[in-house]
Structures are given as C-alpha cells and as structure tokens.
C-alpha cells in the first residue's frame, strides 16, 4: 500500500473522519493545502489509520 503524500492528501480530501483538531467537529475542506493523513487525529505515530479507513479509501477510489 502506497502512502507517498500524493495519495495522502488524496485520502484525506476523501474521507469523512479526517479530523485535524482533538474534538473532531471540523470539517473537511478540501481547500485546505495542507490536508493530509499526515496531519489527521487518527494517524498514529506508527503511520497507520486508527480507524481503518485508508486502506479503503484507496481501494474504493483506484488510488
């Protein structure tokens, strides 16, 4: 599974949990440059989704 910042971005402008402050009630704005899994609350510092959803962001959207 790749996770080059390219598909990164990608993932987070696709998914509906990405979360860049604690509380999780912000939105996802693809606006936002600087949007990334990198920067989301459910990217561990193992470099994975706690929450599952990359893998499958990236299978459902041919990333």
Do not use: F, W
């Not at 509906?16 to 939105?27: G, I, P, Q």
Request: aromatic fraction near 4%.
């Amino acid at each position: 599974m790749k996770k080059d910042a390219k598909t990164m971005k990608e993932v987070a402008e696709r998914c509906t949990k990405y979360c860049r402050c604690d509380n999780c009630n912000c939105s996802n704005s693809s606006k936002d440059d600087a949007i990334s899994c990198q920067n989301c609350t459910h990217y561990t510092p193992g470099k994975v989704c706690d929450i599952d959803l990359y893998e499958e962001i990236v299978e459902n959207h041919d990333l």
